[in-house]
């Protein structure tokens, strides 16, 4: 593999901070010795999250196999980093939980590797969303199976809906604004619709639920930018933005400087009626000791432009296997399996997705555990469950995940802000971000 290929795939800030390591570090993965310790254990790294309940599912997977794993974590901010560093130092790995946004730089650098030729695995895609096994899939090939999942949902504040004198939340963008501005002239709220908008990760989820929810999408399934097309959604998305800031003042200007946690207070403040968030957030609002609008927060499908439906964005984390690991049959069976008992069913359930949802809440990828009751009860002390399962099922995942998506998000982001801020036109912001996409992919 030539180096500038390599570089390519590690991205550039990667590549100048592993080239220092020295040019060996860059070898093509199949060329690279693993310093392997002599053991028929398994090792497995994820980022640090409900640790207790990992280390817990793993023992109990040691005793039903008898294959030890070698268990390590990381934090979240550090996590990708330093999988990247261990990737290209041949450290040993077997398996490891993998961000879909990760998937075509890890799947094209040869650091994982695909598990689709495991019928263990590929059976539980009968019972997965549509938008996990999607989101796992690169290039036609499936790369894991879900470990966490979740979306953005369209949240309100019953009280507040009720007090402006309306039965029932908004079902389009239109009649939002509709709602929103009779709260104006009631001063219920200045304004009405929580967006954050803010130059951080949470936006390109912001930016796709607003285009798929008016009926568009980004990019083609050639990989092409569609968004600059009038008729795709995204410059109707975007207008709507700009109008809800700066003719109806329903959106405050300040949401181009607004991440999504500030976001987040403000609405759980009471300073909002509406808000586009996470929808493990619903949890959160509707915790008295955390949120001043507890009991009212409720969710409603999200809104529908005039030529769209009401599809939101998702996104989900993975278990996926090391390339090292599939090269020798015996790891990559052992790999497989250790998959399969987090990622699909042990002991006859899907006990570590059910386990991780009791524990802190997080989201699952595959439709029996609705039915749980033990899910259900959860679910409903806090939210409905039948409307988190009926938004779920209308997830999509995002259509921009490519090598060149990093290169290209910091320059979209910064378009759609500046339409919002008056100094662009909506079809020329999305024109910008449309071109470079392209260069991006021609050059790839």
Not at 94 to 113: C, Q, R
Not at 244 to 252: L, Q
Not at 427 to 440: M, Q
Request: glycine content about 8%; proline content about 4%.
């Amino acid at each position: 593999m030539m180096l500038k290929d390599k570089m390519r795939q590690l991205g550039r800030r990667d590549f100048l901070r592993y080239s220092a390591a020295g040019a060996g570090a860059l070898m093509a993965p199949g060329l690279v010795r693993p310093a392997r310790a002599e053991t028929a254990g398994l090792t497995m790294h994820t980022w640090s999250a409900a640790v207790d309940t990992v280390q817990s599912h793993l023992s109990a997977f040691t005793a039903e196999t008898g294959i030890p794993v070698n268990y390590g974590n990381s934090p979240w901010a550090q996590y990708r980093e330093g999988m990247v560093a261990k990737f290209v130092g041949g450290a040993p790995l077997d398996a490891m939980w993998v961000s879909d946004s990760w998937l075509p730089e890890w799947a094209e650098a040869g650091w994982i590797a695909p598990v689709d030729e495991f019928d263990s695995l590929m059976k539980y895609n009968a019972e997965a969303e549509d938008f996990c096994t999607q989101s796992m899939t690169y290039g036609g090939r499936q790369y894991g199976l879900t470990y966490y999942t979740d979306y953005m949902a369209f949240l309100y504040d019953e009280a507040k809906l009720k007090e402006a004198g309306f039965d029932a939340p908004p079902s389009s963008w239109d009649e939002l604004v509709e709602q929103s501005r009779v709260m104006k002239e009631k001063g219920i709220a200045e304004y009405p619709m929580m967006l954050a908008m803010a130059q951080e990760s949470w936006l390109i989820e912001f930016i796709s639920t607003l285009v798929y929810s008016h009926g568009g999408r980004l990019v083609d399934d050639s990989g092409s930018a569609v968004m600059q097309d009038s008729k795709e959604g995204a410059v109707e998305a975007l207008q709507w933005v700009v109008d809800a800031v700066d003719k109806h003042k329903i959106v405050s200007p300040a949401c181009v400087e607004t991440g999504e946690l500030a976001g987040l207070k403000s609405f759980a403040a009471g300073n909002h009626a509406f808000a586009m968030v996470a929808k493990y957030r619903l949890r959160m609002l509707n915790d008295p000791a955390q949120s001043q609008i507890a009991g009212n927060v409720k969710q409603a499908m999200m809104p529908q432009g005039a030529n769209g439906s009401h599809a939101t964005v998702g996104w989900m984390r993975f278990h996926g296997m090391s390339t090292q690991a599939a090269q020798d049959k015996a790891r990559a069976e052992n790999t497989a399996k250790l998959i399969e008992w987090f990622g699909g069913k042990s002991d006859g359930a899907y006990t570590f997705q059910k386990l991780l949802f009791l524990d802190i809440g997080a989201g699952f990828g595959v439709k029996p555990l609705f039915e749980d009751p033990e899910i259900r009860a959860a679910y409903d002390s806090y939210g409905d469950v039948n409307m988190i399962q009926a938004q779920q099922a209308l997830a999509r995942k995002k259509d921009t995940i490519t090598p060149w998506f990093g290169e290209w998000n910091d320059t979209n982001g910064s378009a759609w802000q500046s339409a919002i801020l008056g100094n662009v036109d909506a079809a020329g912001a999305v024109k910008k971000s449309a071109d470079l996409w392209n260069e991006l992919k021609d050059s790839y």
